[in-house]
């Protein structure tokens, strides 16, 4: 039953009840006179039927309150739903406002973002202005007056009349004239990340009006859940840039341990065929020649690395192949004798990662060897542990200071370290001046790791 039928029955219930009281009373009473007791039951008809009405006045005032608030709700449920539609921080930036003007019924919306350091709005997002309206008005504010007085406190700021509010500092020119504001902080676990203002309430007749203590109320509800939001796109926004720079790390590793060492290694090469020219003809066109050929091996490699972004000099051939191209490599640019041990069949089953960490590891050292060690002795050995596949690079040349290691420019000592602990494994440089490098690398052999 609703509210309207109940207000009709209760006045006809008590009509009827008051009247069998009183005609019953009067039926067993002789004494009383009927017209006594029609116009009692005429004066308790009207009081009851009075009171019925203010009764029910009352009930459906709350019943339009409650009414008003589950809308509210309603529309509180459905803006901060948008929120969490967004992941892009602009984007939530803007649907914060947006949807904040719609909830509350505001002609004008603005989020200020703050600066950190100076507390000045660094970022002002409008809603409710139209593009034109945002051109002629220059600048955007940068905290003083009432927006100010939001920031300074951190308290929610409601003001009927704005230029009669001793705070305001009026408007700049061209400003539309905007007379209600409600301003509340946008707040995640204590750190203010800004404020949102709102001008001009408009009532269901599209007046302007002042904010309710109840759009404050809502308006505080949703900057909850709009922090959240705002939050999580900042999250978001720093878990892209933190890929971006792994992946620039990971290109620059990439690089440095396989092409730029194969350029290298052409350098060198052109280097000793320089000074072969005079002598021996012959080895130095040998050696162009197989410049020349590097050199397209190295176009090909970055080709296919821009391609599928991998590197690709170890190629399908196994760790083994792989390692021998290397040296083979080494012999044409280095006057080093190289020896390899170890066996293929027991790396078969290594995952492709950990046989590309060691290949580049032994990359790095060869090219080390190459460049720095002046070595006649270079020897290579690859063995296997239940748990692990080792590999130990050992040259006997100049050695190098190992406490100064950390300070050098180079990368490829740290880049060989990163490769092997990103599968699990580590690096063990050990070197001594005048005697040599050995270079220990290992990496998991099973699923364990
Ligand atoms: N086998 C080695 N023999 C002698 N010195 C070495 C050897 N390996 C490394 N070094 C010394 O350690 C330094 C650091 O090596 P690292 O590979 O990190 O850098 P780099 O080779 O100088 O430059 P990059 O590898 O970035 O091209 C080298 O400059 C060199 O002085
Ligand atoms: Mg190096």
Not at 225 to 241: D, E, L, P, T, V
Not at 277 to 293: L, Q, T
Not at 334 to 354: F, I, K, N, S, Y
Not at 363 to 377: D, P, S, W
Request: with cysteine; charged share 20%; proline share 4%.
């Amino acid at each position: 039953m609703n509210t309207h039928k109940l207000k009709y029955t209760a006045i006809l219930l008590s009509v009827l009840f008051i009247g069998a009281v009183l005609f019953g009373f009067a039926a067993i009473n002789s004494t009383t006179s009927w017209t006594q007791v029609w116009s009692v039951f005429g004066i308790l008809i009207v009081g009851a039927i009075l009171f019925n009405l203010w009764l029910f006045r009352l009930i459906e005032q709350r019943e339009d309150e409650v009414h008003r608030r589950s809308e509210q709700m309603a529309a509180l449920h459905t803006a901060a739903l948008t929120l969490t539609k967004e992941i892009d921080l602009a984007t939530v930036l803007q649907s914060v406002v947006d949807e904040a003007r719609t909830l509350v019924k505001a002609q004008y919306g603005a989020l200020g973002v703050l600066e950190k350091e100076s507390n000045y709005i660094d970022q002002f997002i409008v809603s409710g202005i139209t593009p034109q309206q945002r051109a002629v008005l220059g600048t955007p504010p940068r905290g003083h007056g009432l927006l100010g007085a939001l920031i300074k406190t951190g308290e929610p700021i409601r003001v009927p009349k704005i230029s009669e509010d001793p705070r305001s500092v009026g408007f700049p020119p061209n400003h539309p004239p905007m007379r209600s504001l409600l301003g509340v902080p946008i707040a995640f676990q204590g750190e203010i990340l800004g404020d949102l203002y709102l001008t001009d309430k408009l009532n269901p007749a599209g007046k302007v009006t002042a904010f309710s203590e109840q759009d404050q109320q809502l308006l505080e509800m949703f900057a909850t859940q709009a922090a959240i939001a705002i939050k999580n796109a900042q999250f978001h926004r720093q878990s892209q840039q933190l890929t971006l720079l792994q992946e620039r790390d990971r290109f620059g590793m990439d690089l440095h341990d396989g092409i730029i060492q194969s350029i290298y290694g052409v350098g060198l090469s052109l280097e000793s065929a320089l000074h072969s020219f005079e002598e021996d003809p012959e080895d130095a066109k040998r050696r162009v020649h197989h410049s020349i050929e590097s050199l397209n091996q190295a176009i090909r490699d970055l080709r296919a690395y821009i391609l599928d972004l991998r590197p690709r000099q170890m190629g399908s051939e196994g760790l083994m192949s792989g390692l021998n191209r290397l040296i083979t490599e080494f012999r044409a640019n280095t006057l080093a004798t190289v020896q390899l041990t170890g066996t293929d069949h027991e790396l078969q089953e290594l995952p492709q990662p950990r046989s590309m960490a060691l290949f580049h590891i032994g990359q790095e050292a060869l090219a080390n060897i190459a460049k720095h060690a002046r070595a006649t002795q270079v020897d290579i050995s690859l063995w296997c542990t239940d748990e692990r596949v080792l590999m130990e690079i050992r040259d006997n040349g100049k050695g190098f200071e190992m406490e100064k290691m950390n300070a050098t420019i180079g990368h490829g000592l740290a880049n060989m370290q990163t490769r092997a602990r990103s599968v699990g494994g580590d690096v063990d440089i050990s070197s001594v001046v005048g005697e040599g490098t050995t270079v220990l690398a290992w990496v998991p052999r099973g699923s364990r790791g």
